[in-house]
């Protein structure tokens, strides 16, 4: 009876003989977006294959993989032809592709790339730019479509968590040629508006659905807006400019309400917490205060408050003594200079320091005149110069020579008829 049941390789390894005896199988052609994209280190690529309600895992080994003209990665919409087989270990079928090629979408994602690249360079994603949310916000904005799942979700989990906070919607497109426009035009009246934080983004799609929150004008406008911005712009795996912009990244809407707002558990735990830190402080502060009252209770002092006056009476007293002890040594300073002043020679013999002062002025009176050149004048000696210079040489002058002569009693002005040769 045993010889019925077959074990799970032997079933495994059936169903893969059928998926590759199967003609229509072993030739097939997909597209789709990839997901979960990994290059593996030997080279071979796995990733998901899907499409907007299926999904089917794909192996590209190295082989193939090395013909690639491009650099796969999550999102990006290709063309593939391989074939279809099973994995007996797990029990799961794929696709084993030969060839791969961008489909005509690539050209989205080169564009995505280029202004991911240019915002990068100027800056536009760096973290210093980046603003803290608001913990407690009073009113938070909300841009996105007026209908759909993403409002719905945003405003209930939003009123749920925290009731306190006003929700305003800023109704715009979020889908089309006209969405990039009215997304910039309502990021600007939100913050005009004076909300604490602003919410933008929509629900999934696929990357047409999703190319408006990609535009440059939108990424410039959340760089450029003051109010601290959180992006939720569709599912977990979907990534758009304006999520590298934004000051905070969600997940999904859901998320990014979560993110924006505190719930009401969490502001009574921390309530909870302010109580028991601002009883124990209290409580702290009264003991330390008991304790300083005890003390003072049973201080020296106050059991016995004739002993500080005493202190203070010994100290006064000692002050007192210091201060007619250094009186008295600065009276006797003074009296002493005081009696070397009363027996010096000046006041004993004041004429005699007259006459000593009188000699030595007539002493340099009579210096100055040897010195003086103007004294010899009076012994009949003359000074000539020419131009303000002492004449002391027949060198210096030539005939015709207006000279200045100075004689005891005044001056005279001669000139020059003959120069004897000395």
Not at 51 to 59: E, G, K, M, P, W
Not at 91 to 97: A, L, N, R, T, W
Not at 185 to 209: H, L
């Amino acid at each position: 009876m045993k010889d019925k049941y077959l074990k799970i390789s032997e079933i495994n390894n059936y169903i893969k003989s059928i998926l590759d005896n199967d003609k229509f199988l072993n030739k097939v052609y997909l597209k789709g977006e990839i997901s979960n994209f990994k290059n593996h280190t030997k080279g071979h690529l796995y990733f998901t294959l899907k499409d907007d309600t299926s999904r089917i895992s794909a192996v590209m080994f190295l082989s193939s993989a090395s013909k690639l003209t491009f650099e796969p990665e999550d999102g990006m919409n290709v063309l593939v032809e391989g074939r279809l087989s099973a994995y007996p270990a797990q029990g799961s079928y794929q696709i084993y592709i030969d060839k791969m090629e961008v489909d005509g979408i690539g050209a989205l994602y080169i564009e995505f790339e280029k202004l991911k690249k240019k915002l990068a360079q100027e800056g536009l994603f760096d973290s210093l730019h980046k603003k803290k949310i608001p913990k407690y916000p009073e009113r938070i904005g909300v841009v996105t479509a007026s209908t759909g799942a993403a409002v719905r979700d945003i405003m209930s989990t939003i009123k749920r968590r925290y009731p306190l906070c006003e929700a305003i919607l800023f109704p715009c497109l979020v889908q089309g040629k006209e969405a990039s426009k009215d997304i910039v035009r309502q990021i600007k009246r939100a913050d005009e508006f004076g909300v604490d934080t602003i919410i933008v983004g929509r629900g999934g799609g696929s990357i047409e659905d999703l190319w408006a929150f990609n535009e440059e004008i939108v990424a410039r406008s959340i760089y450029e807006c003051k109010t601290p911005i959180i992006s939720a712009v569709g599912h977990e795996i979907d990534w758009t400019i304006a999520d590298f912009v934004a000051d905070l990244r969600a997940p999904t809407p859901t998320g990014a309400a979560e993110m924006a707002v505190p719930t009401v558990l969490d502001l009574n735990n921390i309530l909870d917490n302010y109580k028991i830190r601002s009883n124990k402080f209290i409580k702290n502060y009264i003991n330390t205060k008991f304790i300083n009252l005890r003390n003072l209770k049973n201080s020296y002092v106050l059991k016995s408050p004739m002993s500080m006056y005493e202190i203070k009476m010994q100290k006064l007293d000692t002050y007192i003594d210091n201060l007619n002890n250094n009186i008295k040594i600065i009276l006797n300073k003074k009296e002493q200079e005081l009696d070397k002043i009363k027996l010096s020679y000046i006041l004993q013999n004041p004429k005699a320091l007259i006459n000593e002062k009188r000699n030595k002025y007539s002493l340099l009176v009579n210096t100055l005149k040897l010195v003086n050149p103007l004294g010899i004048l009076e012994k009949g000696y003359s000074l000539v110069t020419i131009d303000n210079k002492i004449i002391k040489s027949n060198k210096d002058l030539k005939e015709n020579d207006i000279i200045d002569i100075r004689l005891h009693e005044g001056n005279v002005k001669a000139m020059v008829k003959e120069i004897e040769k000395g």
